[in-house]
């Protein structure tokens, strides 16, 4: 079964400008999380969505938002971008219920320049 | 606060020796503990799960260990390959309100030299 897509692999943006990122998780998942990893760092938990909604959040500015659709594929967006916002930016799906294992996508790596 | 601190922050071994990785944490409650490696650009693949009844977990190369007591694990990389050079990653999920809350540790850094 195919695993946690992630598009683009790659981007590039100049400051003040904002972008949209693309997950779409494993086949019969409803819960996405998103995830900040910058070098030093580890992973930063951003938002979880489950079933359209957004259930958890974590300590990042309004700058920062998602959505989920009804197929349960989800969207990161982040409005004027800052230089620290350069990261790899991780989606994981999960059944949402329960002890559950999330699977993680292969990231998008954001440049801000 | 929840948090999960892992040590050394990096390191290099040779090829075919063992290590160790630590994991502290001090998360509570506790539902279970993951390690996870992540190969450079790529996503975090889970190595292996532990409930709170469990002390140790093969899969193949790796075995982890739990102390739920002292609230440490670790993660032992029996005769190393280059391809273990990677960023080792301990995960304590805790019961919350809507199913588990992950609490990732920074990670070890690991370079695997010939």
């Known amino acids: 079964k195919a695993g946690v897509t992630q598009t683009p692999r790659y981007l590039i943006k100049t400051r003040g400008q904002q972008v949209t990122l693309s997950c779409s998780p494993i086949?019969?998942?409803?819960?996405v999380s998103w995830y900040q990893q910058t070098p030093g760092q580890g992973l930063q938990f951003l938002f979880e969505?489950?079933?359209?909604?957004?259930?958890n959040k974590g300590n990042f500015p309004g700058r920062f938002s998602g959505r989920q659709f009804s197929n349960s594929r989800s969207e990161m967006n982040v409005s004027t971008l800052e230089l620290g916002d350069s990261a790899l930016y991780l989606c994981?799906?999960?059944?949402?219920?329960?002890?559950?294992?999330?699977?993680f996508g292969q990231g998008t790596r954001l440049t801000v320049v | 606060k929840n948090q999960v601190e892992q040590s050394p922050q990096s390191l290099i071994i040779l090829e075919g020796k063992n290590c160790t990785l630590q994991?502290?944490?001090?998360?509570?409650?506790?539902?279970?503990l993951r390690w996870y490696k992540q190969d450079t650009g790529r996503g975090p693949v889970s190595l292996t799960i532990m409930t709170f009844s469990e002390n140790t977990k093969s899969n193949g190369r790796y075995t982890a260990t739990l102390d739920a007591d002292t609230k440490q694990s670790s993660l032992h990389i029996t005769a190393s390959q280059l391809s273990d050079s990677a960023s080792y990653i301990c995960v304590v999920s805790a019961p919350g309100e809507y199913g588990n809350k992950l609490v990732f540790g920074a990670g070890t850094i690991l370079r695997v030299k010939s």
């Open positions: 086949s019969g998942h409803r819960s």
């Open positions: 969505y489950f079933s359209e909604t957004q259930r």
């Open positions: 994981a799906s999960s059944s949402g219920q329960g002890s559950t294992e999330a699977f």
């Open positions: 994991c502290n944490y001090t998360v509570s409650p506790f539902s279970n």
